[in-house]
């Protein structure tokens, strides 16, 4: 029984504020999304509990949640950042298992059930598994940062058990107009903004825009079965600005 961790190699080097205007760069490749997770990665959490007034902790739950993930079972969290998931995982599933590499979030948690986590890193779109390995898996805020989305549910496909599920949690890229609409007023007129006073208003600018570059939720279901999936079910929430995708193996 072992919660599973897995997070794109981390390049070195932190975030440096810009003293010039901010320049809007294409953000294409994994290498540029991992540079600019680097960057953000000092205010990532405080970030997003400011910015989602700490609602972002209650769709990680229900994204966990959805996941089916339960006491004893081996569990994979992909594209885990600094962990919020893995650690709802890690409490789902329960004490025992080992740490291979204890990141610093690690040491500011420590409760008895941590120590089953174990973290890996890796590419979502080449994971480090065996077939069948996992009895639940999650992807927060991941699938639509990987390139090659494709690629990443065959591969968590690949290593869930027949019959066990991923729960994929994100922005929902929606087809109410209004809906589409506050969400781009709220991340032009209170997201960028208020990261702008920490030099990062280009990396939560390309929040925009990949959030527009995503797939609906229809399309995440259709996805999802190419992939190899049996069943997939995209749930709405939050008002529709958040999105979850449950794929049943
Ligand atoms: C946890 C959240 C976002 C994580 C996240 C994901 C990314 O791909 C990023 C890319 C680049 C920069 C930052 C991120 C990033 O933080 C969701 C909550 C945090 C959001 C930044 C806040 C979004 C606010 C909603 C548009 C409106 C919320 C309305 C109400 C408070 C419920
Ligand atoms: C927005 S953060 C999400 C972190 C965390 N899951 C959460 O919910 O807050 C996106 C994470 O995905 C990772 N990532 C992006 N592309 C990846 C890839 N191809 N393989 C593994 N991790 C990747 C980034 O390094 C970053 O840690």
Redesign the pocket.
């Given at each position: 029984m072992a919660t599973l961790q897995?997070?794109?190699p981390s390049i070195t080097g932190g975030r440096h504020r810009r003293e010039s205007p901010t320049i809007l760069r294409p953000v294409r490749c994994?290498a540029d999304?991992?540079a600019l997770?680097n960057r953000i990665a000092p205010v990532y959490d405080n970030l997003?509990d400011l910015l989602s007034l700490g609602r972002h902790r209650v769709w990680?739950r229900m994204s966990v949640s959805w996941s089916g993930a339960k006491e004893g079972d081996t569990v994979l969290?992909?594209?885990?950042?600094?962990g919020?998931?893995a650690f709802l995982l890690s409490e789902k599933v329960g004490i025992s298992g080992k740490l291979q590499i204890a990141a610093s979030r690690q040491r500011k948690r420590s409760r008895a059930c941590y120590k089953n986590i174990e973290w890996i890193e890796?590419?979502?779109?080449d994971l480090p598994f065996s077939d069948s390995s996992f009895d639940a898996a999650t992807i927060?805020?991941?699938l639509r940062?990987?390139?090659d989305r494709k690629k990443?549910l065959e591969e968590m496909c690949r290593v869930l058990k027949p019959g066990t599920k991923v729960s994929v949690?994100d922005f929902n890229k929606s087809t109410n107009p209004l809906t589409s609409s506050i969400q781009d007023w709220m991340i032009d007129n209170v997201v960028v903004p208020v990261a702008s006073g920490y030099g990062l208003a280009s990396e939560y600018q390309y929040l925009k825009n990949s959030i527009k570059e995503y797939l609906t939720g229809c399309e995440l279901e259709k996805l999802a079965l190419q992939a190899g999936f049996s069943e997939a079910k995209h749930y709405e929430i939050s008002t529709g600005f958040m999105g979850n995708l449950v794929a049943t193996r």
């Open positions: 897995f997070t794109l994994t999304r991992q997770f997003n990680k969290d992909v594209c885990c950042g600094s919020d998931l890796g590419d979502a779109v927060g805020y991941g940062n990987v390139v990443a949690l």
